[in-house]
């Protein structure tokens, strides 16, 4: 069973950056497409990123595209999302999560103005 755990949450003003982090524990990461979501209380997950199994494919919510910026290393088995240039309506809980269903318990990141 695959485990995904987030990090690298926190308080940001906005126009600052951070990079989330998701380690995941199994044996087959690799064969896995990974995505970051979010969510905000009382709003529905919203889809941030996603990259491929290899890496060479990435697709990105409107909300964040040309800000935000996810990789991998599948030697490490972890997943990155790089946020820069980071809003107010960008607070929410960031989760990690993998095309077969796993999901992170989530990191928070709260952005403010």
């Known amino acids: 069973q695959e485990q995904l755990a987030e990090s690298g949450g926190g308080l940001v003003q906005a126009g600052g950056s951070l990079r989330l982090s998701c380690a995941a524990s199994g044996r087959t990461f690799s064969s896995y497409v990974m995505g970051w979501y979010r969510q905000t209380p009382g709003i529905e997950r919203e889809f941030v990123a996603a990259?491929?199994?290899?890496?060479?494919?990435?697709n990105y919510g409107d909300s964040v595209k040309g800000r935000f910026t996810i990789s991998r290393d599948n030697a490490k088995n972890m997943v990155y999302l790089q946020m820069n240039s980071l809003k107010p309506e960008d607070t929410a809980i960031y989760y990690c999560n993998s095309d077969h269903g796993h999901w992170g318990r989530g990191t928070q990141v709260t952005v403010f103005s």
């Open positions: 990259i491929s199994q290899s890496g060479d494919v990435t």
